[in-house]
């Protein structure tokens, strides 16, 4: 237990000082979810500094789905309030609280693995912005799902990795 404190307050430290370092050069990012452009769909996130712990974040994606052979669009809207534990901006550890709402244009057979509905629901997640602007973030956590129908309400797990630019 000893070790895991010690090493807790190590990565702490480090990616505080790091991140102050960094702090003042970048307070607006814009990424992609690569995943995404697999379906194909264009899914953007523009996060703003609001402090150096703290930011928000909207989201905007469409694009094309393919369920069970049928084609479908899709467009998505959201939102993120994020609060950095550890580091900053920059290059930290954030937790954070997310809500959204996803279309698709067709009856879909699996609505459930598009998160097709609104959803709310918090996470874990973790920034790096490099000195020139490159920036990857990751963010894993539970996230409740409201379908169209009573069968398609139900908690699921929110995932995300993000690569973009921090100006």
Request: glycine share 12%; no cysteine; hydrophobic share 45%.
């Given at each position: 237990?000893?070790?895991?404190?010690?090493?807790t307050f190590l990565i702490g430290?480090?990616?505080?000082?790091?991140?102050?370092?960094?702090?003042?050069?970048?307070?607006?990012?814009?990424?992609?979810?690569?995943?995404?452009?697999?379906?194909?769909?264009?899914?953007?996130?523009?996060?703003?500094?609001?402090?150096?712990?703290?930011?928000?974040?909207?989201?905007?994606?469409?694009?094309?789905?393919?369920?069970?052979?049928?084609?479908?669009?899709?467009?998505?809207v959201g939102a993120q309030f994020?609060?950095?534990?550890?580091?900053?901006?920059?290059?930290?550890?954030?937790?954070?609280?997310?809500?959204?709402?996803?279309?698709?244009?067709?009856?879909?057979?699996?609505?459930?693995?598009?998160?097709?509905?609104?959803?709310?629901?918090?996470?874990?997640?973790?920034?790096?912005?490099?000195?020139?602007?490159?920036?990857?973030?990751?963010?894993?956590?539970?996230?409740?799902?409201?379908?169209?129908?009573a069968e398609t309400s139900e908690?699921?797990?929110?995932?995300?990795?993000?690569?973009?630019?921090?100006?």
């Amino acid at each position: 237990m000893r070790l895991f404190i010690a090493f807790t307050f190590l990565i702490g430290s480090f990616v505080s000082v790091h991140a102050a370092e960094a702090a003042s050069q970048h307070n607006m990012t814009i990424t992609i979810s690569p995943f995404h452009l697999l379906n194909p769909e264009l899914h953007l996130t523009g996060e703003l500094l609001l402090t150096p712990k703290m930011s928000v974040a909207a989201m905007l994606g469409a694009g094309k789905i393919t369920d069970e052979g049928k084609t479908s669009g899709i467009l998505e809207v959201g939102a993120q309030f994020r609060y950095y534990l550890l580091g900053s901006f920059t290059h930290g550890i954030m937790v954070g609280a997310d809500a959204g709402y996803v279309d698709a244009n067709a009856q879909i057979e699996n609505p459930i693995e598009y998160l097709v509905g609104a959803h709310a629901g918090g996470f874990l997640g973790y920034k790096y912005s490099m000195k020139g602007g490159f920036t990857a973030e990751v963010q894993i956590g539970p996230v409740y799902l409201w379908g169209e129908s009573a069968e398609t309400s139900e908690l699921q797990t929110l995932h995300n990795f993000k690569a973009g630019w921090s100006f």
